[in-house]
């Protein structure tokens, strides 16, 4: 079956870098997207970007682009979230998600939580002096 596992909890100061991890099985990895999003408490969950594992060029946020990365390790299954120039307002749950395939996911899609079908567990990133 598909699995999403996702990295720890996270503690940085704001300023700080963080990089979170999502490890996928149960299925061919560059046949789905990957999407990141994120959840702050009494918020809305967020769309960050996504990618098509495969050597694909990641989506982003307009509001997000520049500070998060999305990268991808084929080999090991593994999708990438790099956070730069942390906030307070960061702080929240970030998710990976994938979704089935074969779809193709526009800008709009893939920040949009309904469009995919597996979710991680979460990761508590906390951002706070």
């Known amino acids: 079956q598909v699995q999403l596992v996702q990295s720890g909890a996270e503690l940085r100061n704001p300023g700080a870098s963080v990089k979170v991890s999502c490890k996928a099985s149960g299925y061919t990895f560059t046949s789905y997207y990957i999407g990141w999003f994120r959840q702050a408490p009494e918020k809305e969950r967020e769309g960050i970007g996504c990618?098509?594992?495969?050597?694909?060029?990641?989506r982003y946020s307009d509001s997000l682009r520049g500070r998060f990365t999305i990268s991808e390790d084929n080999a090991k299954k593994m999708v990438y979230l790099q956070m730069n120039s942390l906030k307070p307002e960061d702080s929240g749950l970030y998710y990976c998600?994938?979704?089935?395939?074969?779809?193709?996911?526009?800008?709009?899609?893939?920040?949009?939580?309904?469009?995919?079908?597996?979710w991680g567990q979460g990761t508590p990133v906390t951002v706070s002096s």
């Open positions: 990618v098509l594992p495969g050597g694909y060029s990641a």
């Open positions: 998600a994938a979704a089935a395939g074969p779809v193709t996911l526009n800008q709009e899609m893939c920040l949009s939580p309904g469009e995919y079908d597996y």
